[in-house]
């Protein structure tokens, strides 16, 4: 256990829905990192927001959205949603801004989405 | 914008054999790390790299960074089954972001 929760694990919904997806950093980080990963694009950096404030973006459709509440953990909305947002969602977490230097982002186990 | 390049994209090697995977990057960067992810799973921080010349060694991998040429190497030491996984490196992107390549499939053979 990394110590950064994501939920749900597995996620299968239709075209044209909305997803929340919950992500709980490890206990004393503040930064929260999103990633999408799909198997023709690799991973994409989406958003990184640090104690509640956006910080970094990405790669990151019109249609997704996130933020990060006061106790730290953040919900990654994915709307309207297409057959090619079907992906492997990573949360990571770090202490700092820019990533620990010791160890760099800690990565929860991800959220396997799947659009039918 | 930072681009980020690995190679090989698959590699396939007998065990006891060594090799070494790649890592190019476009623009300077003060920050390189490695990650280990096997399949369906998260990804696991292997290597953290600061500085020119840094290098770092785990049992049979060893990394290493060359600042100035902008190149990253992850070095296998007579390879065993269990480090079958696709390996990733990511350069930081200014203070906040890293860019991940496009990872290395590696497959070790008994």
């Known amino acids: 256990d990394s110590g950064v929760t994501q939920t749900p694990k597995h996620l299968i919904t239709a075209t044209g829905q909305r997803v929340t997806l919950r992500c709980s950093p490890r206990?004393?980080?503040?930064?929260v990192y999103w990633y999408q990963q799909s198997l023709d694009q690799g991973l994409q950096f989406l958003i990184q927001?640090?104690?509640?404030?956006?910080?970094a973006k990405g790669n990151i459709l019109e249609r997704f959205s996130a933020q990060q509440f006061p106790d730290l953990h953040s919900e990654l909305n994915l709307s309207s949603l297409e057959l090619g947002d079907s992906a492997l969602y990573f949360c990571?977490?770090?202490?700092?801004?820019?990533?620990?230097?010791?160890?760099?982002?800690?990565f929860g186990s991800g959220t396997r989405l799947t659009v039918v | 914008e930072l681009k980020v390049e690995q190679n090989p994209l698959f590699l396939s090697m007998q065990e006891g054999k060594n090799y070494t995977i790649y890592c190019n990057y476009s623009?300077?960067?003060?920050?390189l790390y490695w990650y280990r992810q096997d399949p369906g799973k998260s990804l696991e921080s292997l290597f953290v790299?600061?500085?020119?010349?840094a290098v770092k060694q785990e049992g049979r991998l060893m990394a290493s960074l060359d600042t100035k040429a902008r190149l990253s190497t992850l070095h296998i030491t007579a390879a065993v089954h269990d480090l079958s996984a696709t390996y990733f490196c990511?350069?930081?992107?200014?203070?906040?972001?890293?860019?991940f390549g496009t990872g290395t499939r590696l497959k070790v053979l008994a």
């Open positions: 623009t300077t960067s003060d920050r």
């Open positions: 990511a350069v930081a992107s200014g203070t906040y972001k890293y860019i």
């Open positions: 790299l600061l500085s020119n010349g």
């Open positions: 206990s004393g980080d503040l930064s």
């Open positions: 990571a977490s770090s202490g700092g801004q820019g990533g620990s230097a010791n160890y760099g982002y800690t």
């Open positions: 927001y640090y104690n509640g404030e956006e910080r």
